[in-house]
């Protein structure tokens, strides 16, 4: 009879949607409301860019699409398997087969504005078949709707592998190289693009995007009839495989075990060893590093990122980074430890719970910090220096290692205990053993800040070197040393005066506010313009109103790409001023709009007549 009480499969679709939708509602509050309209809007700047690729720039298309499944494969890797807002294990109990539930989640999983906005980004595949006349225009919107299925089921296959297999350090330390080197090719690819480039490769280039997933569209509105409705019959059939293969893998993944780290061994545990104090602090942590698949996966991705970051210059013959490895090894290993505290759940409550034990915790976890991270920097610093053979190379290596060492060390601890973003405790973890339960976009600012924060303390050292070279050295281990004990004498003095607020926050999440009005709370014409704003009002202001100024004003002759230059000279100081005027009035209403809601809502009105009688 169970069967006979399930809903059917759309009823099923649609019950995922509305929970979908519900639970995106309800989080529209605050920051997350801004950072999805900000998101949204960007995203809409992009798909609109990519239907103008089709329009202005056809045979780029293919390689712009490629980005787009890119991040559909990429984006939950980068976010630590994927945010789910509806897991598979809600419905374990769900009598379904495996087949309907897919099918539903599926549905649920479209229930978003990232679907709508790739949805605009491939309606660039009838405006490209639109040069193919009307049967191109056809062919182009059914690629379109076939392609967006398939990068979404290639996403949620990605996520489902990620979360029954990542069960062991050496796949969480897998996932770590494979996050680092996609987040390296991001960012400094073009130096391997570059030195691929020639014909040979261009062509090679364009038929490894048309052969993608994300290209079969653009070879379907290309190619004649039957072969075009053959790449749609294809496509078609992947996205039957996709869901069959997502079906099996919930299938395991809700009766499998959940854990959020590698399960002791059998026998007898090793004893802790007899300390005290920092020490015995530092050997617990060292065994969270080793045992923890979270901090595995976070570190092998500082590393390779910085291994793969300076081989990708190398391939254009640009060797300078390279015996830097190592102090980028440091930067990133301290932005992936940021939230230690938060990535612990409520187990500090074994620290408030023994007297004195909050400045041996912080010492202990600075401490052990510095064994995980320390080594593997100095071997990729000295390896760097010796391989590149750059003798200059070696003062700021020397110096800059141990004071940006002493930095993370004591950023780490300082941000954990004044920065701290709750997360999941890790016995509490679902299927998904790469996610804590975190708030991603929190998560991320923090990195950032660590990553602005960490250099930062390495200036002084840096200051000397320039002055005198090896001079610096011991400036930089004086540096280390001080921003170690200070940071982590601030972070312990922290902690145990605002322990009890640190672990109600990890157990029960950030204390209610009060209505206190937000970006999110002006009317939708307002708030997409101010998102409009913040996001394009620096084109206008710097790169055409401020840097043609300067340039006018030096009397370089290069016009690049500043359209002022390329105007009469009676026109030239008006655009300019122009530019700026706009930029600035952008930015002014970006700002001035949300403090005129701030002061309008701090403001009560008056209601009725004040005065006597």
């Excluded at 050496?170 to 090719?185: D, E, F, N, R, W």
């Excluded at 090679?204 to 379907?220: D, E, I, K, M, T």
């Excluded at 009766?255 to 104090?277: D, F, N, W």
Aim: charged share 10%; hydrophobic share 55%; net charge positive.
């Amino acid at each position: 009879m169970a069967h006979l009480l399930t809903p059917g499969p759309a009823a099923s679709a649609r019950h995922m949607i509305r929970m979908r939708l519900a639970i995106m509602r309800n989080s529209l509050r605050g920051d997350n409301a801004s950072n999805l309209y900000t998101g949204v809007s960007l995203g809409l700047i992009l798909a609109f860019g990519t239907i103008a690729v089709a329009v202005l720039w056809p045979v780029h298309l293919p390689v712009v699409l490629a980005v787009w499944l890119s991040g559909w494969i990429f984006g939950p890797i980068f976010i630590g398997g994927g945010s789910e807002a509806l897991r598979p294990e809600y419905f374990s109990m769900l009598p379904a087969p495996p087949g309907r539930i897919a099918t539903a989640l599926l549905a649920g999983a479209f229930a978003g504005p990232a679907p709508a906005v790739n949805l605009v980004a491939l309606m660039s595949l009838p405006v490209y078949g639109w040069r193919f006349g009307p049967a191109g225009v056809l062919i182009g919107l059914a690629a379109a709707v076939g392609t967006l299925v398939t990068m979404v089921m290639i996403s949620r296959v990605i996520v489902a592998l990620i979360g029954l297999f990542v069960r062991s350090r050496v796949t969480a330390a897998a996932v770590g190289v494979v996050t680092g080197t996609a987040v390296a090719l991001c960012s400094n690819g073009w130096a391997l693009v570059a030195a691929l480039g020639g014909a040979d490769t261009a062509a090679w280039s364009r038929l490894f995007v048309r052969a993608l997933p994300s290209g079969w569209g653009v070879a379907a509105v290309e190619a004649p009839w039957p072969l075009a409705l053959a790449i749609l019959a294809t496509d078609a059939a992947v996205i039957a495989l996709l869901l069959t293969a997502w079906s099996g893998l919930l299938a395991r993944r809700v009766v499998s075990a959940a854990r959020g780290g590698v399960p002791p061994r059998r026998g007898t545990p090793r004893p802790l060893p007899m300390a005290t104090g920092a020490r015995i602090a530092a050997a617990k942590e060292l065994r969270a590093w080793w045992r923890d698949l979270v901090r595995i996966q976070l570190l092998a991705t500082a590393l390779s990122y910085a291994v793969v970051t300076p081989l990708l210059l190398v391939t254009i013959g640009a060797w300078v980074m390279v015996p830097f490895t190592g102090l980028v090894a440091i930067v990133m290993g301290a932005a992936t430890s940021a939230n230690l505290y938060g990535s612990d759940g409520t187990a500090l409550w074994l620290t408030l719970m023994t007297p004195g034990a909050e400045r041996a915790d912080v010492r202990g976890r600075q401490l052990a910090w510095l064994v995980i991270v320390g080594p593997a920097a100095l071997v990729l610093s000295l390896a760097g220096a010796l391989v590149s053979g750059l003798t200059w190379a070696w003062p700021w290596v020397l110096g800059l290692l141990p004071a940006l060492l002493g930095g993370g060390a004591g950023v780490i601890v300082l941000l954990a205990v004044t920065s701290l973003v709750p997360g999941t405790d890790p016995h509490k973890r679902g299927g998904n053993p790469l996610s804590t339960g975190a708030d991603e976009t929190a998560e991320t600012s923090l990195a950032w800040l660590v990553l602005l924060a960490v250099p930062a303390t390495a200036l002084p050292t840096a200051g000397v070197i320039l002055l005198n070279p090896w001079a610096g050295v011991a400036t930089g281990v004086l540096t280390g040393v001080l921003s170690a004990w200070g940071l982590g004498r601030i972070a312990y003095r922290r902690l145990e005066s605002h322990g009890i607020e640190l672990l109600n926050l990890m157990k029960y999440g950030p204390p209610p506010e009060p209505a206190k009005p937000t970006t999110a709370d002006l009317p939708i014409h307002h708030r997409i313009g101010v998102t409009i704003s913040y996001l394009i009002a620096w084109l206008p202001l710097f790169p055409q109103g401020l840097a043609p100024l300067v340039m006018k004003i030096l009397g370089v002759e290069e016009r690049v790409w500043f359209l002022a230059l390329y105007l009469p000279p009676i026109w030239q100081w008006p655009t300019i001023i122009f530019m700026i005027a706009i930029g600035l009035l952008m930015y002014g209403y970006a700002i001035l709009i949300p403090m005129r809601l701030s002061s309008s809502t701090s403001t009560p009105r008056r209601k009725g007549r004040v005065g006597p009688g």
